[in-house]
């Protein structure tokens, strides 16, 4: 075991992390701010990603691509949040999981029926294929270190717009009381549109870069949304900071556990059985690591005392 | 009053003569939505086309989607067999999903014919005289793709597989014929898309080449990002991750790669030529090993039924032992475990126009069986 293995590995780990910031940090947000749960988060992500296959295809442009996959999914986020999200507000956590739960059916077969069922053909553009030389002799490719940049920057820009923007004082204040800023002449529901559909292009972001990697086919985006309330637990709800050192956390535990706990199991079994023993464990790993930063910190590591 | 009773003499003759027709009743779970729909979508319009193209109003077929998930594959056979009342089950993909369902099938007298998943244990140890595999014994694909590593003079390979059964009989086939080296054995987690820290240890391996078993949209991720890493080892696989159905998503990185199939559109037999044309002129698109392996399931129960009645399960079930219908695939036989003994092909994949597709260079093993046959005490 090489020490350019194990950079190489943190390097993995750092790059799925970033991307599970980019869909936990609307589903923390849309939770801190409404109180809503929304299982059709990752909906948003599998349009995202469509939508991006869909005008790279058609025109052969990845940054139209990428843009196409933040209008898609921040319009399809809108679209929801005034059809049905805004009528759950006020209902109880069971409705809101019932009424997503049909809006992640009612995506996946709308998207089966307009695109079928077999994966789409997305690809990484040209001048992102390929590895690069990284200084200490590490060989990365290039467009994953484009995603962590991209992934940096956005997470960057989010904080600056919560931190020191006009908007992003009202989304705090919302997160606090919202009876109080709607009583100070905030449009309350202008803001929960606004802040459901930026989580969603968020995530249609992460699809459309992840499904360059990866196959851009129907229900792609369940699997990672269970990761991401696992990293907003881990970190917090309603917490950005937490959403970052959440994904980043579950990222590295994710790559790093599936890599070395089956070479720390064959120090002690078969190799065969050390192998499927290991992948196993390897894949519970996120649960214990949620398990543990709950028993310590029961409201997650930046999360309030609510 | 004489009229009358002959009219009811008629009607009763008419029950009677309904009720000996006997319907036959054919349930199909199947993967239609989430990651692995595309599978399940190819067998069951395989399997469709070939029962259509029958005509015949006595087969019913009820479709149902099992969404990847054991337990509601569960439940959906459980309805079938209680309320529905099926005689005939078959659809479904995935080997986890098998084992859940097929033993308890067959263990309430329902005829259970698999067209793709053939998890070791049903051809070994709990073989049933009601449960047949039309498509392969898990091993038998990886198998022939060991066999092909030896003949490449391959040394030193990485494998990889997913972690469920039919990811574990995958690589228990490959290294029973491969005779070198391995630099590496992962299992990954089924349903996994990023492959960057398995494609790392890799790199780091020193191996000579690759093989690996990921079918459906794993197997699209796991290529893209293999070209992507720059790593530059030949890969070998099964032809579950180059199938027609997912060939166009993973684009030329896919080219030259060899695979191992039982079935490719090339096999020169009349049956297959008027499969492969009916099948793109009815849906537009190239089948698959899974189309085709609906395909020959849907007329193997034909041939049956053309024989014996459902009802009359021995006679049924020496009926599809017998195996007397025009496979796709050319010659096709059962062994005393009830699955194929056939050929295994290694295909190339390769650029026709614009359409990525395969075609056969070589037979891998010829005339072969699994290896848990003599373990099946039928």
């Given at each position: 075991m090489s020490l350019i293995l194990i950079l190489e590995q943190v390097l993995n780990g750092l790059q799925f992390g970033v991307m599970l910031f980019l869909m936990a940090a609307g589903l923390t947000l849309v939770f801190g701010v409404m109180g809503l749960i929304n299982l059709a988060h990752g909906a948003l992500y599998m349009v995202g990603a469509f939508a991006a296959a869909a005008v790279a295809g058609w025109t052969g442009s990845f940054v139209l691509a990428l843009m196409a996959s933040l209008a898609a999914a921040a319009a399809a986020g809108a679209l929801v949040e005034v059809t049905v999200i805004r009528r759950l507000y006020d209902r109880d956590h069971l409705d809101q999981v019932l009424a997503t739960f049909a809006l992640i059916l009612i995506f996946s077969e709308g998207t089966r029926w307009l695109f079928g069922s077999f994966p789409l053909f997305l690809d990484v553009p040209s001048y992102l294929s390929g590895p690069v030389m990284l200084p200490g002799g590490i060989q990365y490719p290039l467009y994953r270190l484009a995603m962590i940049a991209i992934g940096l920057v956005v997470g960057a820009g989010l904080f600056w717009l919560i931190a020191r923007t006009r908007i992003g004082v009202q989304i705090r204040a919302g997160e606090a009381d919202r009876e109080m800023i709607a009583a100070l002449g905030v449009d309350i529901s202008k803001l929960y549109t606004l802040v459901f559909a930026l989580g969603a292009a968020l995530a249609g972001l992460a699809g459309a870069l992840v499904g360059a990697i990866q196959s851009v086919q129907v229900g792609m985006g369940e699997p990672v949304l269970i990761l991401a309330f696992v990293v907003i637990v881990i970190g917090g709800i309603g917490s950005i900071k937490g959403a970052l050192v959440g994904a980043l956390l579950v990222g590295l535990t994710d790559t790093l556990g599936g890599v070395f706990l089956p070479r720390l199991f064959a120090l002690m079994m078969e190799p065969e059985n050390a192998a499927s023993l290991g992948a196993s464990l390897a894949s519970m790993l996120i649960y214990i690591l949620m398990a543990a930063v709950l028993l310590v910190r029961p409201s997650g590591l930046f999360g309030g005392s609510a | 009053m004489k009229i009358l009773k002959s009219l009811a003499m008629a009607t009763a003759v008419s029950t009677l003569a309904l009720a000996a027709q006997a319907d036959t009743k054919i349930g199909m779970i199947t993967t239609l939505s989430g990651g692995g729909a595309g599978l399940g979508v190819d067998v069951r319009d395989g399997f469709m086309m070939a029962i259509e193209a029958a005509g015949r109003d006595d087969v019913e077929v009820v479709i149902e989607d099992d969404q990847r998930k054991p337990e509601s594959a569960v439940q959906i056979a459980d309805r079938m067999i209680q309320s529905e009342k099926v005689d005939i089950m078959t659809g479904i993909i995935w080997s986890n999903l098998a084992m859940a369902v097929v033993p308890a099938a067959t263990a309430q007298d329902v005829f259970y014919l698999s067209p793709n998943a053939g998890p070791s244990v049903l051809a070994g140890k709990r073989c049933h005289k009601n449960y047949f595999n039309v498509?392969?014994?898990?091993d038998n694909l990886h198998e022939a793709a060991g066999a092909y590593a030896n003949d490449a003079a391959l040394k030193n390979s990485f494998i990889l597989a997913p972690n469920y059964p039919a990811g574990k009989d995958a690589l228990t086939g490959y290294k029973r014929m491969y005779s070198g080296e391995l630099a590496g054995e992962i299992y990954t987690k089924l349903g996994q898309t990023d492959y960057a820290a398995e494609i790392a240890q890799i790199r780091a391996s020193g191996a000579d080449s690759v093989y690996f078993f990921l079918p459906g949209g794993m197997g699209i991720s796991f290529l893209k990002q293999y070209a992507d890493s720059g790593v530059d080892l030949p890969v070998v696989g099964p032809a579950f991750s180059f199938d027609q159905g997912i060939l166009q998503a993973v684009g030329a990185a896919a080219l030259g790669i060899k695979n191992t199939s039982q079935?490719?559109?090339?096999?020169?037999?009349a049956a297959n030529a008027a499969f492969v044309a009916d099948f793109q002129a009815k849906y537009g698109r190239l089948p698959s090993l899974y189309a085709s392996q609906g395909f020959d399931t849907a007329n193997l129960i034909l041939s049956a039924l053309d024989k014996a009645d459902v009802k009359d399960q021995d006679a049924f079930r020496a009926a599809l032992k017998a195996a007397e219908f025009d496979s796709v695939r050319g010659d096709f036989k059962f062994g005393d475990n009830h699955h194929p003994v056939q050929n295994i092909y290694v295909r190339e994949v390769i650029q026709e126009g614009d359409v990525f597709t395969n075609k056969i260079i070589a037979t891998g093993l010829a005339d072969h069986a699994d290896a848990y046959a003599s373990e099946c005490n039928m």
């Amino acid at each position: 075991m090489s020490l350019i293995l194990i950079l190489e590995q943190v390097l993995n780990g750092l790059q799925f992390g970033v991307m599970l910031f980019l869909m936990a940090a609307g589903l923390t947000l849309v939770f801190g701010v409404m109180g809503l749960i929304n299982l059709a988060h990752g909906a948003l992500y599998m349009v995202g990603a469509f939508a991006a296959a869909a005008v790279a295809g058609w025109t052969g442009s990845f940054v139209l691509a990428l843009m196409a996959s933040l209008a898609a999914a921040a319009a399809a986020g809108a679209l929801v949040e005034v059809t049905v999200i805004r009528r759950l507000y006020d209902r109880d956590h069971l409705d809101q999981v019932l009424a997503t739960f049909a809006l992640i059916l009612i995506f996946s077969e709308g998207t089966r029926w307009l695109f079928g069922s077999f994966p789409l053909f997305l690809d990484v553009p040209s001048y992102l294929s390929g590895p690069v030389m990284l200084p200490g002799g590490i060989q990365y490719p290039l467009y994953r270190l484009a995603m962590i940049a991209i992934g940096l920057v956005v997470g960057a820009g989010l904080f600056w717009l919560i931190a020191r923007t006009r908007i992003g004082v009202q989304i705090r204040a919302g997160e606090a009381d919202r009876e109080m800023i709607a009583a100070l002449g905030v449009d309350i529901s202008k803001l929960y549109t606004l802040v459901f559909a930026l989580g969603a292009a968020l995530a249609g972001l992460a699809g459309a870069l992840v499904g360059a990697i990866q196959s851009v086919q129907v229900g792609m985006g369940e699997p990672v949304l269970i990761l991401a309330f696992v990293v907003i637990v881990i970190g917090g709800i309603g917490s950005i900071k937490g959403a970052l050192v959440g994904a980043l956390l579950v990222g590295l535990t994710d790559t790093l556990g599936g890599v070395f706990l089956p070479r720390l199991f064959a120090l002690m079994m078969e190799p065969e059985n050390a192998a499927s023993l290991g992948a196993s464990l390897a894949s519970m790993l996120i649960y214990i690591l949620m398990a543990a930063v709950l028993l310590v910190r029961p409201s997650g590591l930046f999360g309030g005392s609510a | 009053m004489k009229i009358l009773k002959s009219l009811a003499m008629a009607t009763a003759v008419s029950t009677l003569a309904l009720a000996a027709q006997a319907d036959t009743k054919i349930g199909m779970i199947t993967t239609l939505s989430g990651g692995g729909a595309g599978l399940g979508v190819d067998v069951r319009d395989g399997f469709m086309m070939a029962i259509e193209a029958a005509g015949r109003d006595d087969v019913e077929v009820v479709i149902e989607d099992d969404q990847r998930k054991p337990e509601s594959a569960v439940q959906i056979a459980d309805r079938m067999i209680q309320s529905e009342k099926v005689d005939i089950m078959t659809g479904i993909i995935w080997s986890n999903l098998a084992m859940a369902v097929v033993p308890a099938a067959t263990a309430q007298d329902v005829f259970y014919l698999s067209p793709n998943a053939g998890p070791s244990v049903l051809a070994g140890k709990r073989c049933h005289k009601n449960y047949f595999n039309v498509a392969w014994q898990n091993d038998n694909l990886h198998e022939a793709a060991g066999a092909y590593a030896n003949d490449a003079a391959l040394k030193n390979s990485f494998i990889l597989a997913p972690n469920y059964p039919a990811g574990k009989d995958a690589l228990t086939g490959y290294k029973r014929m491969y005779s070198g080296e391995l630099a590496g054995e992962i299992y990954t987690k089924l349903g996994q898309t990023d492959y960057a820290a398995e494609i790392a240890q890799i790199r780091a391996s020193g191996a000579d080449s690759v093989y690996f078993f990921l079918p459906g949209g794993m197997g699209i991720s796991f290529l893209k990002q293999y070209a992507d890493s720059g790593v530059d080892l030949p890969v070998v696989g099964p032809a579950f991750s180059f199938d027609q159905g997912i060939l166009q998503a993973v684009g030329a990185a896919a080219l030259g790669i060899k695979n191992t199939s039982q079935w490719n559109k090339d096999i020169d037999n009349a049956a297959n030529a008027a499969f492969v044309a009916d099948f793109q002129a009815k849906y537009g698109r190239l089948p698959s090993l899974y189309a085709s392996q609906g395909f020959d399931t849907a007329n193997l129960i034909l041939s049956a039924l053309d024989k014996a009645d459902v009802k009359d399960q021995d006679a049924f079930r020496a009926a599809l032992k017998a195996a007397e219908f025009d496979s796709v695939r050319g010659d096709f036989k059962f062994g005393d475990n009830h699955h194929p003994v056939q050929n295994i092909y290694v295909r190339e994949v390769i650029q026709e126009g614009d359409v990525f597709t395969n075609k056969i260079i070589a037979t891998g093993l010829a005339d072969h069986a699994d290896a848990y046959a003599s373990e099946c005490n039928m």
